[in-house]
């Protein structure tokens, strides 16, 4: 009896330390920041409730300004959208991520994701962003852009 009962409390304690050391993935909310040469220019703020702030300074790809694509723009993004944020935001936060090519380059945007949790605040900046950082953050964030103000992104 004695021994079942050890059993179950180490077993309890192995359990309750396997899962506080689970890293979340829940965020208060990011901002997710893009402009310089060659990309547009906007700030992108999304709380955890999907409500999002979406602020564009300028185009760059056309020539004309529509005063109606340039501002803050308010709303909230789908569930299928913010699902795929979180899983892109868990591989992005994994330790060994690499979010920075580090050739050296003149001609590129920057970019610049910010995420506030409920104990931590984590920044990555990037000249010249990997193949996996443009897939799991620049080109969702960009198709959540085209959607809310209809201007494309190339």
Known sequence: ??????????ITIFLFTLFSCEKSENFEFLRYETGGFGSPSYTFTLKK?????MEIQHNPFNETIDSSKVGKFYGKIAEDEMLQIKKSL?????????????EFILDAGIHELY??????????????????????????FHKIAEKQVKFKIE
Do not use: L, W
């Not at 409730?49 to 702030?53: A, P, T, V």
């Not at 868990?90 to 060994?96: E, L, M």
């Open 1 to 10: 009896m004695k021994v079942t009962c050890i059993k179950c409390v180490i």
């Open 115 to 140: 995420i506030k949790t409920a104990n931590s605040e984590k920044v990555f900046q990037t000249h010249h962003a990997t193949e996996d950082f443009k897939v799991d953050i620049i080109e969702p």
């Open 90 to 102: 868990y591989k992005v936060t994994r330790s060994g991520y690499d979010y920075n090519n580090p």
């Open 49 to 53: 409730d999907r409500s999002f702030e």
